[in-house]
């Protein structure tokens, strides 16, 4: 398998586990950080955490009381990409 094979298998799976998590009806428990950036009225707002601290599902929450807005959403790499896509379209609708 070469390198484009792999990839694509890859990204294929992380589809798969991002579907059964949009589907899923559980409620999202914030850390009092999360929370922190959720409910600000910063007109400029920056978050850097590590991998897997939970920025994408925190932007989600910051987005769904601020429907009306417009964002900037930057990622580093594609599989994050493509995981903020897939979360932004199941769960607020969104067209990117």
């Known amino acids: 398998m070469d390198f484009n094979e792999k990839r694509l298998a890859f990204c294929s799976k992380h589809e798969i586990f991002l579907e059964k998590i949009l589907r899923s009806e559980k409620i999202m428990q914030l850390t009092q950080e999360q929370k922190t950036i959720v409910e600000t009225e910063a007109p ?24 009306h807005k417009r964002m900037l959403y930057l990622v580093l790499n594609k599989s994050v990409q493509i995981e903020a896509e897939q979360k932004l379209k ?3 609708g969104l067209s990117l």
């Open 90 to 92: 199941g769960t607020l």
């Open 44 to 67: 400029i707002l920056v978050v850097r955490a590590f991998a897997g601290a939970g920025k994408t599902s925190t932007l989600l929450e910051f987005a769904k009381t601020r429907r």
